[in-house]
């Protein structure tokens, strides 16, 4: 079975652009969340979604929002990009159901430098 | 809101060495998870080793193992016979269902080195 896959791998921006960020869960997943990964530091939660509602959204500007489809992938969009927006973008699967504690299984990721 | 505090920058052991990373927390909630994950040059977050709160046996993965506190609020992950396939970032990670943000809460991380 394929893992959590993220497209794409690199991307290079100006700023003041706007960004898409793809993800596609391991199958039978229902829930992806997104994490940004600043270097140096731990990931921090941004979104997630769950049936294709938000179930949760971490502390970051409403330039950030996302959306998940009805195959329950997903992407994250970042407008009006900042130098500070350059990180790490994790998304990560699960299947969604609390009580097994949130086991998320992540991707590989997509590094966004902004310029 | 929840902390998580990692306060080994980098770790450095010896191949076939035993090695633990330390972890403390901080959370007013009594049924939480923790979570350890190993990121490696890669990039990619792989999950280690999970503990329930309520249960006060401590969670063991092969060579990985946790020391749960809960009363400290501690949460150390011991490696055993350490591998060069362990270098890597671990971080350690909190969540707790209902807080409404619904997402991990992780630590800076600990560089692992392993010497041959």
């Known amino acids: 079975d394929a893992g959590v896959t993220q497209s794409p791998t690199h991307l290079i921006k100006t700023r003041g652009q706007q960004v898409t960020l793809r993800c596609s869960p391991i199958?039978?997943?229902?829930?992806v969340s997104w994490y940004q990964q600043v270097l140096g530091q731990g990931p921090q939660f941004i979104f997630q979604?769950?049936?294709?509602?938000?179930?949760g959204r971490g502390n970051f500007p409403d330039r950030f929002s996302a959306r998940q489809f009805p195959n329950y992938s997903s992407e994250l969009n970042v407008n009006a990009l900042l130098l500070g927006d350059s990180a790490l973008y994790l998304c990560?699967?699960?299947?969604?159901?609390?009580?097994?504690?949130?086991?998320?299984?992540f991707g590989s990721g997509t590094q966004l430098s902004v310029l | 809101a929840q902390t998580v505090t990692q306060s080994q920058p980098e770790m450095s052991v010896q191949e076939a060495e035993t090695v633990t990373l330390s972890c403390t927390y901080d959370?007013?909630?009594?049924?939480?998870?923790l979570f350890w994950y190993k990121q490696p040059p890669s990039r990619q977050m792989i999950l280690v080793i999970r503990?329930?709160?309520?249960?006060?046996q401590n969670a063991t993965e092969n060579r990985f193992s946790v020391n749960f506190q809960k009363a400290a609020k501690s949460f150390s992950l011991k490696i055993s016979d350490s591998q060069l396939g362990d270098a890597a970032m671990y971080f350690c990670a909190y969540y707790y269902s209902g807080g409404g943000a619904d997402g991990l809460t992780f630590g800076k991380g600990t560089h692992l080195i392993i010497q041959p």
């Open positions: 979604y769950y049936e294709k509602e938000e179930r």
């Open positions: 199958s039978g997943h229902k829930s």
């Open positions: 503990q329930e709160a309520y249960k006060q």
């Open positions: 990560a699967s699960s299947l969604g159901n609390r009580v097994e504690g949130e086991k998320l299984f």
């Open positions: 959370t007013s909630e009594s049924d939480y998870y």
